[in-house]
Nanobody, 122 residues
Framework: VQLQASGGGLVQAGGSLRLSCASS????????MGWFRQAPGKERELVAA???????HYSDAVKGRFTISRDVTKGTVYLQMNELKSEDTAVYYC?????????????????WGQGTLVTVSS
């Protein structure tokens, strides 16, 4: 299974971006999916996750600003990012878990996309 993340770029603080994660098959409709990010010098961290029933989880840092969603007809998962801050600057990765449930443990994600860079200028 291949995951392709896209949608990153340069945006001013307070702006918005939408990231997309397309899978080579309908992984995103059957698997727990997550968006992670890794800033320079920091560990990769979970930003948002979604289960097969579209239940969601957000880190405290992005709660209320980011929204994860999935389009099962397209096999795509999205991350809508609003009110972006400079501290949101990172490479963002999408990933698929083996389980269909919502997964928050990074070690349970088995397929990873290549990452897309988000840079927020202050």
């Amino acid at each position: 299974v291949q995951l392709q993340a896209s949608g990153g770029g340069l945006v001013q603080a307070g702006g918005s971006l939408r990231l997309s994660c397309a899978s080579s098959r309908r992984t995103s409709s059957n698997n727990g999916m997550g968006w992670f990010r890794q800033a320079p010098g920091k560990e990769r961290e979970l930003v948002a996750a979604i289960g097969w029933s579209s239940n969601t989880h957000y880190s405290d840092a992005v709660k209320g600003r980011f929204t994860i969603s999935r389009d099962v007809t397209k096999g795509t998962v999205y991350l809508q990012m609003n009110e972006l801050k400079s501290e949101d600057t990172a490479v963002y990765y999408c990933a698929a878990a083996r389980s269909s449930f919502l997964v928050t443990d990074r070690s349970l994600y088995v397929n990873w996309g290549q990452g897309t860079l988000v840079t927020v200028s202050s």
